[in-house]
T-cell receptor, first 115, second 110 residues
Framework: KAGVTQTPRYLIKTRGQQVTLSCSPI?????VSWYQQTPGQGLQFLFE???????NKGNFPGRFSGRQFSNSRSEMNVSTLELGDSALYLC??????????????FGSGTRLTVV | DAKTTQPNSMESNEEEPVHLPCNHS???????IHWYRQLPSQGPEYVIH???SNVNNRMASLAIAEDRKSSTLILHRATLRDAAVYYC???????????FGKGTLLTVNP
């Protein structure tokens, strides 16, 4: 079966711009999470959605936002980009309500570079 | 979030078993123990998880201490493709998230 699909794979943006990243979960998975990975901070949780509702949010500024659609696809948006937003953004989906029972499947990520 | 402690790095030889330890002394009764690994230039990959009993799957085995304050991920025969960063994570309740630490960098020697 198809895995978690993230688009685009690579992105270069200028400071001050905004960006939207897309994630298509595995068919049937209703929980979608987003993570940011940087060399300095490692993997950090951004937010999690289930049935179009955000159930948890990490410690990131309000410039980071997301949403989930009725077909479980999700997008995250970063406004007013800063150099420090350069990172690998990973999406993960889960069959179970919270991932406890079946684990999460991660996509390959979107590599965002802010110049 | 309940915290886990793992060695920064471990080394193994190909085709030998590998035991990756994880301490989680503050684990709560509802926390599942998850293991993920991340190969270079890839997203994390689910390996195995358990609650109280030892677990086996095609990738690995998970041995959980009786008091649940520690666990060990066992790779029965390491291959070069098992070289990765391995993360031990506690997740449960209404967290809906994984809190990654620095993990253990496993090097597999041919």
């Amino acid at each position: 079966k198809a895995g978690v699909t993230q688009t685009p794979r690579y992105l270069i943006k200028t400071r001050g711009q905004q960006v939207t990243l897309s994630c298509s979960p595995i068919s049937g998975h209703r929980s979608v999470s987003w993570y940011q990975q940087t060399p300095g901070q490692g993997l950090q949780f951004l937010f999690e959605y289930f049935s179009e509702t955000q159930r948890n949010k990490g410690n990131f500024p309000g410039r980071f936002s997301g949403r989930q659609f009725s077909n479980s696809r999700s997008e995250m948006n970063v406004s007013t980009l800063e150099l420090g937003d350069s990172a690998l953004y990973l999406c993960a989906s889960s069959l179970s309500v919270g991932g406890e029972l079946y684990g999460y499947t991660f996509g390959s990520g979107t590599r965002l570079t802010v110049v | 979030d309940a915290k886990t402690t793992q060695p920064n790095s471990m080394e193994s030889n190909e085709e030998e078993p590998v035991h990756l330890p994880c301490n989680h002394s503050t684990i709560s009764g509802t926390d599942y123990i998850h293991w993920y690994r991340q190969l270079p230039s890839q997203g994390p990959e689910y390996v195995i998880h358990g609650l109280t009993s030892n677990v086996n799957n095609r990738m690995a085995s998970l041995a959980i201490a009786e008091d649940r304050k520690s666990s060990t991920l066992i790779l029965h025969r390491a291959t070069l493709r098992d070289a990765a960063v391995y993360y031990c994570i506690l997740s449960g309740g209404s967290n809906y998230k994984l809190t990654f630490g620095k993990g253990t960098l496993l090097t597999v020697n041919p």
